[in-house]
């Protein structure tokens, strides 16, 4: 028999030197989860977000009066955020440069909360190498009225797909209605070429398989189907972070999952933001030990 060896839970949460005003304002009224809850989390849960949120743009999803009420997508520096979030110069399109955001430790994430966010979503690609990204993502957009079986299904097939191509990838629960597979990459190929092949892979699946699903953006096309979006995977495109609370009814958070454990969850929004002590031991367990980590480029496709 061979021992199980324990496994290595994160630091404790690290201290943080933020000061959050109005602790007890409830951010979701439907369960009671309030500022001070929401900076607490992400605090405790700081060492598993960082090194996916950490380092590279983030936007934010801020809802400072609470999720009920109006909430707005951020992009860009506002210069209020204080000096725990800072700023990375990055070219438009138009050639013009705008800042935008990053953390890249625990009193950054919570210095957002305390500016009324709730949500973080990331660039596919990190600082150091902006023009490479480090992850794929197809983040999968079930029609309404396909129950989450169907995601699960759809969600194995890529990863089936992806397998047969060399590729590794892993599930995770948006905390919303679907699943998203992600795809580390190392970072070597460039935008384009990352677009490119998401785009070709997700169309590809699509024309073996149009009963289930749709690779294109057209609402009207996705009747009983499942979209794939590929579209994530452009520079300038964002998707939620591992971890990240969702501005949704019960606060929910996004959580990765192991592909066996996934066929026995019935909803995306399985996690919350108040199980953090579980999600914290999940992270440490067998199953979940190096999720979204693996050193691969894409192949020829
Ligand atoms: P679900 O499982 O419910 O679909 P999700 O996070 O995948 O949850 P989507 O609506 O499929 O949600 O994804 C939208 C993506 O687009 C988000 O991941 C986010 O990064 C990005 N996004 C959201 N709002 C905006 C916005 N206002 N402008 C630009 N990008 C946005
Ligand atoms: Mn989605
Ligand atoms: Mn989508």
Not at 93 to 106: F, I, N, P
């Amino acid at each position: 028999v061979v021992a199980e060896t324990p496994a290595p839970l994160p630091d404790a949460a690290p201290e943080t030197t933020i000061k959050i005003t109005n602790r007890d304002r409830v951010i979701f009224d439907d369960s009671d989860v309030t500022k001070g809850d929401l900076a607490d989390y992400y605090a405790a849960l700081s060492g598993l977000i960082l090194p996916f949120a950490g380092n590279r743009p983030i936007s934010l999803v801020r809802c400072p009066q609470g999720r009920s009420r109006a909430c707005f997508f951020q992009k860009h520096d506002a210069g209020s955020f204080g000096d725990a979030v800072h700023q990375v110069p990055i070219r438009e399109k138009d050639g013009s440069t705008e800042d935008y955001l990053y953390v890249d430790d625990a009193n950054g994430l919570v210095a957002c909360v305390q500016m009324g966010t709730i949500e973080f979503h990331g660039w596919g690609s990190s600082n150091e190498t902006l023009e490479k990204p480090d992850r794929l993502v197809f983040d999968l957009d079930p029609d309404e009225g396909l129950d989450f079986d169907d995601t699960k299904k759809a969600a194995e097939y890529l990863k089936t797909q992806l397998a047969e191509l060399g590729l590794v990838s892993f599930a995770m629960l948006s905390g919303g209605k679907g699943v998203h597979v992600v795809v580390p990459l190392t970072p070597k190929a460039e935008w384009p070429a990352v677009k490119d092949f998401a785009d070709r892979f997700a169309r590809a699946l699509a024309s073996a398989e149009p009963d289930r699903f749709v690779a294109s953006m057209v609402k009207a096309k996705r009747k009983g189907r499942i979209f794939i979006d590929w579209l994530r995977n452009q520079r300038g495109s964002t998707a939620v972070m591992p971890y990240s609370a969702r501005a949704r009814a019960g606060a929910p958070v996004a959580a990765p999952v192991s592909w066996s454990e996934l066929r026995d969850i019935d909803t995306a929004a399985r996690w919350g933001v108040r199980d953090a002590e579980d999600l914290i031991a999940r992270a440490g367990s067998r199953g979940l030990k190096g999720w979204g980590v693996a050193d691969q480029v894409l192949p020829d496709f």
